[in-house]
């Protein structure tokens, strides 16, 4: 047997380390820790890391709060502040403010055409949120600033509307000498070698004492290799990750104190010797106050010369902070990690109410509108319009066991709350009066499927797109400066995710048939559903197909749905998923050839092909055998055809019950099936005939951006 230290701090009445045992299954220090809790008065320490190598490695679990002499920081904050004042008025100092960047790094990278999220980096943007906001409402002389202490982030001043309209769709900007905070991301969409050139020259000049990192799990090795250059470039930089990945894979369990971590996990692979010391903390979870709390400690832990953060000063600023003003709303965990290859991970969860995401800033307030998604375009010019993603909830109610975006997978289902209808129109039209001419619901299901809230919604928006802006409520006007913004608004398009079972199983056709048309009559022209496979042998294996019936199989349901969608002239789009349980060629052949069919009936106007791909959260990745063998960190994988024209597909992390040659089949045959609803995610065409595509210089179109659930 071998032991590992999981130290607990004094202040939860422990007085030495507490020992874990693990079992020796390999030589040297190749370990596994099992699922070992022990808890005391309820706190628990354990770290759970399968095939993880620990030396003399080890994690401190903290209390929120928990400092030794808050006296003595408070103190120094006095100090600080202090110091900083008399060097503003020396013009020792020039600014209070220290450059700061922020980064979606990108799920792919390829020489030929691209495989990117469309749209705007919303993951990224709304966990900036709350961050973003204080510093700009904090941005000023510094006698006047209550939330930053003394030094603060560059972020001072939100776009202006002028800037908002001249944006195009190119997510890398130009930081310049005094940017908005929108200048201040980094979202190169494709990660090639004009990406990590650009990447380069941007931290030369930047020279950022902090880079905030998002990414989801097909976006973590270039993630890594991200930081790597932060490191390389600007080694006094602090790095901190979040994002998808970070939330499947770090964890604290049930009642606040245990921490898990998975196999894929970075702090896991960087344990392990997997992937280099890049990463200086990792933020899970509802991460939005998260990360305001810890840019305050990293501001309080920089010395006031140079502005680099002194990372043993990070712990005790957050701690002070933690306790002077108690935990905001949310469930999330900020991890130190070690500061020297002898020194112990720092474990923070943050528990604190329930949150509402109607409290929270608009993502938007301060980020530019980039996206465009063809599927609204503009009546006289096709053009493609400014496209806002919005969510007024966090997760989907159902429990597929292959998709992350369940809330069995995150930390709970949260919505708009408060004045929820409200909220959500007050956020429209903050919308439309930065530029947007279209929305498109992220939700998972629009309104978790609830038509009373979706009626609701639908009336209240139709009526102000009729009124007059004289006669709307000053907190819609206050967004609405002008005919032209009530222009916007009168005209704006948008779509939102539904499912087949809440169209055709949860509701009557009647029910269903008014809540489209009261969508429709407000706007609505678009709608996406998950049809997944027309398979029944596949279907019966997962959480949909909900109240069936004897003689009405799931197929015959999706063609109800679609015939109810398309009765009210919108548009729909779908999306299908390869390699499901039950997963065989001939159930691939007959969800192309009933899918075809739908496209041909005129049921059917995009869809979208993809594969089965592993997240470290879903039941499906355990089921499969895959949890420990995920690789989401090794930078040089072979990323190659046919997987580059599916999107999160990668050798390695796709359906075990798929074979290459299947990838290449299924790519083919919907091209041959599906025609021009294909949704194409690359450039690249494959000929109209089994095995793979002959390259062709003559054979591309562009590549198409789409929404897409």
Request: aromatic share 8%; hydrophobic share 40%; with cysteine.
């Amino acid at each position: 047997m071998k032991s590992w230290h999981a130290w607990v701090p004094q202040s939860a009445g422990f007085a030495h380390p507490i020992v874990i045992d693990v079992r020796d299954i390999g030589s040297g220090n190749s370990c596994q820790l099992i699922d070992i809790a022990i808890e005391f008065g309820g706190f628990v320490a354990t770290h759970v890391i399968e095939e993880a190598r620990f030396g003399s490695d080890h994690a401190v679990m903290h209390r929120a709060g928990d400092l030794a002499d808050f006296e003595y920081f408070q103190e120094r904050c006095l100090q600080r502040r202090a110091q900083l004042a008399d060097d503003l008025i020396s013009a020792k100092a020039r600014t209070r403010n220290f450059p700061v960047l922020a980064v979606l790094a990108p799920v792919m990278t390829q020489a030929e055409g691209e495989i990117t999220y469309p749209g705007d980096p919303m993951a990224l943007y709304a966990a900036l949120s709350v961050a973003v906001h204080q510093a700009v409402h904090d941005a000023g002389p510094l006698e006047r600033a209550t939330h930053y202490n003394d030094l603060a982030p560059e972020w001072t001043a939100f776009p202006s509307r002028m800037y908002r309209a001249s944006v195009g769709h190119d997510g890398v900007r130009t930081y310049g000498a005094a940017p908005n905070t929108d200048q201040t991301v980094f979202d190169p969409r494709v990660w090639d070698e004009s990406a990590r050139v650009t990447w380069i020259r941007l931290l030369r000049e930047v020279q950022p004492r902090v880079v905030l990192i998002s990414a989801v799990s097909p976006a973590h090795r270039y993630a890594l290799e991200i930081a790597a250059l932060v490191k390389s470039e600007v080694p006094g930089a602090y790095v901190v990750l979040g994002g998808r990945h970070a939330d499947e894979t770090v964890t604290v369990a049930p009642g606040g104190s245990r921490l898990l971590v998975k196999p894929s996990g970075t702090s896991a692979v960087i344990q392990e010797g997997k992937a280099p010391r890049v990463i200086d903390a990792i933020v899970a979870g509802e991460a939005y106050h998260a990360v305001d709390v810890l840019m305050r400690a990293l501001a309080l832990a920089m010395d006031l010369e140079h502005r680099w953060v002194d990372r043993d000063e990070v712990l005790p600023c957050l701690q002070g902070l933690l306790h002077r003003e108690g935990v905001k709303p949310g469930k999330s965990l900020v991890l130190l990690s070690p500061c020297g290859p002898d020194d112990p991970v720092h474990a923070v969860p943050l528990n604190g109410p329930t949150l509402d995401l109607a409290s929270l800033p608009a993502p938007y307030e301060a980020f530019a509108i980039r996206s465009h998604f063809p599927i609204f375009t503009d009546p006289e010019t096709g053009d493609a319009l400014r496209t806002a993603h919005f969510m007024v909830s966090n997760a989907c109610p159902y429990r597929c066991n292959f998709c992350s975006e369940s809330a069995q997978v995150g930390h709970g289902l949260r919505r708009f709350r408060e004045d929820a209808i409200g909220r959500a129109i007050e956020r429209i039209c903050e919308y439309v009066s930065y530029g947007a001419k279209a929305l498109f619901f992220d939700d998972s299901v629009f309104w978790s499927g609830r038509y009373r809230d979706i009626a609701e919604f639908c009336r209240e928006l139709s009526r102000i797109r009729g009124a007059d802006l004289a006669s709307l409520d000053p907190r819609l006007r206050m967004f609405l400066a002008g005919e032209d913004d009530m222009e916007r608004l009168r005209h704006l398009q948008w779509g939102a995710q539904l499912t087949v079972d809440t169209l055709v199983a949860l509701h009557s056709d009647r029910e269903s048939d008014e809540i489209l048309r009261q969508m429709r009559d407000a706007g609505c022209s678009y709608v996406y559903i998950g049809i997944e496979s027309m398979s029944p042998q596949v279907m019966d294996g997962i959480h949909k197909n909900l109240r069936r019936e004897e003689g009405r199989p799931w197929g015959a349901k999706v063609r109800e749905a679609a015939a109810l969608v398309k009765k009210h002239g919108l548009q729909l789009g779908t999306s299908v998923l390869f390699g499901l349980d039950g997963e065989s060629r001939s159930s691939i052949d007959e969800t192309i050839r009933e899918v075809g069919r739908l496209i041909d009936d005129g049921l059917i106007d995009l869809a979208s092909p993809n594969i089965l791909t592993y997240h470290p959260a879903t039941p499906i990745t355990r089921q499969h055998g895959m949890h420990e063998r995920l690789d989401y960190h090794s930078p040089r994988i072979d990323n190659r055809k046919p997987y580059i024209y599916f999107e999160e597909a990668f050798p390695g992390v796709v359906s075990v019950l798929l074979t290459e040659d299947d990838i290449w089949h299924i790519h083919n045959e919907t091209r041959i099936h599906w025609g021009r609803a294909r949704n194409d995610t690359s450039a690249d065409h494959a000929p109209a005939s089994g095995g793979p595509p002959r390259e062709s210089a003559g054979d591309r179109t562009e590549p198409v951006e789409a929404v897409h659930g």
